[in-house]
Structures are given as C-alpha cells and as structure tokens.
C-alpha cells in the first residue's frame, strides 16, 4: 500500500473518524472488488507478515512492529494470529491488529496482544469495528443479508460469503441493526 494512504489516515483525529469510511477508502484505492475480502493481501500491502502461533486460548493474536522484529523477520512489521482459532476469526484478527497499526501506532516499537475479553477498551472497540467494517462493508453485507432473506441457512451463508466466524456475523446484523 502506498504510504500516502496510510500517512492520510493517520492524519485523521480519532474523535472524529468515521470507520466505515476509511474501510471503504483502503477497499477502493486498493482496487479490492472480490469476497471474502483478501485481509492477507491487505496487510501485506501495508508492510506486514502474517504467523499463527498456538497461543493460550485468552489471546487472538498480536502486532510487533520494531527493530526486533526486523532483526528476525527481514520486515519491521508482524502480525500473528492464534492458529487454533477457527479461520473467521483468524481474518477477523488480522483486520483487528490493522486498525492498532493505523489509529495507535505512533512509530517506533509497538506491541499489542488482542483479547476477546477485552471488550470495554475504546480502541479495542474501535479496532473490532474497524475489522468488521473492513470484512463485511456495510452495502455488500446489506445487500448480501437482503438477498438471503427466507433462507434457513442465511447465517451459514454470510459466513461463507464473508469468511468470517458466526460471531461476528451476528454482531454485524445486530449493529446494522436488521433483525
């Protein structure tokens, strides 16, 4: 990815982010145009390398950005996802731990770990909002939802289509709010 893009989002004062927008802008100047959105492609053209490692159940993942990881990888920037999480929520990580580096990261070293019970942190909301809006955009997931409407295996087939965990496919209807 061009650095320009990211410099641009990073220039975006958080208070006032608009998520959803800046999903919509990453999807469009990458010229992304295929479900389940390629979220490996994604982060790579940021710069990243992409590891699963078993890790206690209480973790998803984490980011390293640094020296250290430049040292042991040939790239300053990792992203690691728990290889014993189903591959939706594997996706759904790796979109996760791209928001830290666009809205937190700050240059430097920088390491955060991703918990699921972590779910009262402001950026760790914002990091899963992000991750959903990238994964499932508000128009395609709509429309996708719409078209489903009736079928008894509607959920099964989001998750399909989007390549994401059950989870958070509901989550999604419920803060689209199409119940």
């Given at each position: 990815?061009?650095?320009?893009?990211?410099?641009?989002?990073k220039k975006i004062p958080i208070?006032?982010?608009n998520i959803s927008d800046i999903t919509d802008k990453i999807i469009s100047y990458l010229n992304v145009n295929?479900?389940?959105i390629p979220i490996v492609k994604i982060a790579r053209a940021m710069n990243f390398i992409i590891g699963k490692q078993e890790l206690d159940d209480t973790f998803s993942g984490y980011i390293a950005i640094g020296d250290k990881i430049?040292?042991?990888?040939?790239?300053?920037?990792?992203?690691?996802?728990?290889?014993?999480d189903n591959l939706g929520h594997q996706r759904f990580t790796i979109a996760h731990e791209l928001a830290h580096f666009l809205f937190d990261y700050r240059g430097g070293e920088y390491y955060n770990t991703y918990k699921t019970t972590d779910v009262n942190n402001s950026s760790?909301?914002?990091?899963?909002?992000?991750?959903?809006n990238l994964l499932m955009p508000t128009k395609e997931f709509k429309r996708k939802y719409n078209k489903l409407n009736g079928?008894?295996?509607?959920?099964?087939?989001?998750?399909?289509?989007?390549?994401v965990s059950r989870k958070a496919i509901n989550l999604r209807i419920i803060e689209l709010d199409l119940l």
């Open positions: 990815m061009k650095r320009e893009l990211v410099k641009e989002i208070e006032n982010t295929e479900y389940p430049q040292e042991k990888f040939e790239k300053d920037r990792l992203i690691c996802v728990n290889s014993k760790e909301k914002r990091a899963n909002k992000f991750a959903a079928d008894d295996n509607r959920i099964e087939k989001l998750m399909g289509y989007f390549e």
